[in-house]
């Protein structure tokens, strides 16, 4: 009974008033975590969802979960994806595919059911074995700090337990649960991580799952006083001019450290730490050489590296690194700004007003693609692909070709010139908004 008194009392750091969602799967940890919210009296909802890609296995899942809502008058909600379709359709992974499927329909699940939260299942294991992946894969001071236990509407009040205590939690009370026959399997990255390199690591290192979820933790505080620190840096080495930027060389060279604070000022224009050595290359060589991301290029000209917007022609993604700023495109200009909540929403078309709170920068002004899709504001949550949209408004072909759409987090936000997304409306809670004026040029 331990963990359910560690969890009660991480619990009331989240001061959440109202019903919180919460995504079970049917596996031991997010039984575990239903069952503890059931025990200290939160009011919350179920979600789980069938991906139909383990048959009967998975239908048992779905059956398990339901049964145990109905037992103890819990409010259960489900859905079923062909997800195999999706996969093909986007050309997107399994993993990939399943994590928008469920997260977009959580999303919409909490809108009209008026869940305050998503809560998820994930731990202190998850955690380490996100920190493992990225350390793999290169990361920044961004990537050192795990899963982090808010995000937006989304809360994990289990990250602080491993894996242990759930499985000794579960044993203790009797919590029910179904095994996952692919968590066997290395298959999956995730997987292999778990099965093959933490295994290893405890052997030699018993207490390294506590051991480096308290380390996260530290590090997560480390990345406030680093942030603070970047932003001052930003505005002593980033100088904006019109719509591009410009780093005094011999200024970045004086300062310390040089690699760490490039990498910093560059990656929001979508260069990869990959593409760092090369720009470090730029501070020593002659004027016109350049390196270039899928958005912008950064080009020695003089006692500068000026960081421009590529073309239009060649590129059809614009990162938006924060607010205030303009990007054009080769017919319009975006303008974006931060503001207080309007008395009134304007509703002209090429105005755009979206509740702050609902994104997180960078944000990503794109051309639309086939496969895309939104909820189209006033539709009550409707799923609607863009090119059937485009149909049903009967645009032209020269004209839907020079489309643009507005993306964070991989979710549309708004069809630049045409509609918002539901999600992303104002409402009545809404504190601050991102407003942005479309333009032509």
């Not at 294991?125 to 236990?149: A, Q, R």
């Not at 942030?227 to 410009?246: I, S």
């Not at 006033?378 to 692909?385: E, H, I, L, Q, R």
Request: aromatic residues 10%; hydrophobic residues 40%.
């Amino acid at each position: 009974m331990e963990l359910q008194e560690q969890f009660k009392k991480n619990w009331k750091k989240f001061a959440i008033d109202g019903p919180v969602l919460l995504g079970v799967s049917g596996g031991i940890d997010s039984m575990v975590t239903a069952t503890l919210f059931a025990a200290v009296g939160i009011d919350f909802g179920v979600a789980h969802c069938n991906f139909q890609l383990r048959g009967a296995e998975a239908d048992l899942d779905e059956q398990l979960v339901r049964d145990w809502c109905n037992t103890n008058n819990i409010p259960f909600h489900t859905t079923r994806f062909d997800t195999k379709k999706w996969c093909e359709e986007w050309k997107k992974g399994t993993q990939e595919t399943a994590r928008i499927l469920r997260y977009e329909w959580f999303e919409q699940i909490c809108s009209i059911h008026g869940y305050s939260r998503l809560a998820t299942a994930h731990h202190a294991n998850d955690n380490v074995e996100t920190l493992l992946m990225n350390l793999f894969k290169g990361t920044g001071m961004n990537g050192m700090h795990g899963i982090p236990e808010r995000n937006g509407n989304i809360i994990r009040p289990l990250l602080f337990a491993t894996r242990d205590s759930i499985v000794a939690y579960a044993a203790a009370v009797g919590v029910v649960y179904r095994e996952d026959a692919s968590n066997a399997t290395d298959a999956y990255l995730r997987n292999a991580v778990r099965l093959n390199i933490l295994p290893v690591v405890q052997q030699s290192f018993p207490n390294a799952i506590q051991s480096v979820s308290d380390t996260i933790g530290r590090l997560a505080q480390a990345q406030q006083l680093y942030n603070r620190a970047v932003t001052q840096e930003r505005k002593r080495l980033l100088e904006q001019r019109g719509n591009d930027y410009y780093i005094p060389i011999l200024k970045l060279q004086k300062s310390a450290p040089v690699e760490t604070l490039l990498y910093e000022l560059v990656t929001p224009f979508g260069f990869l730490p990959t593409q760092l050595p090369h720009v470090l290359q730029l501070l020593d060589a002659e004027s016109g050489h350049y390196v270039a991301s899928q958005s912008h290029r950064i080009i020695r000209n003089r006692d500068f590296l000026i960081i421009t917007q590529l073309a239009t022609e060649l590129a059809d993604m614009i990162v938006i690194e924060a607010a205030p700023c303009t990007v054009s495109t080769n017919k319009h200009d975006f303008t974006f700004d931060i503001t207080d909540r309007p008395d009134e929403v304007p509703l002209q078309n090429d105005l755009a007003c979206i509740d702050l709170s609902k994104i997180e920068f960078p944000i990503i002004l794109r051309r639309w693609h086939i496969g895309d899709y939104f909820y189209p504001l006033g539709m009550k949550m409707k799923k609607k692909k863009l090119s059937k949209y485009f149909i049903d408004q009967k645009i032209p072909l020269h004209e839907k070709e020079q489309v643009w759409v507005l993306e964070a987090q991989k979710r549309i936000v708004w069809i630049a010139g045409m509609r918002l997304d539901e999600r992303f409306k104002v409402n009545n809670g809404t504190k601050q908004v991102l407003m942005i004026k479309m333009t032509v040029s």
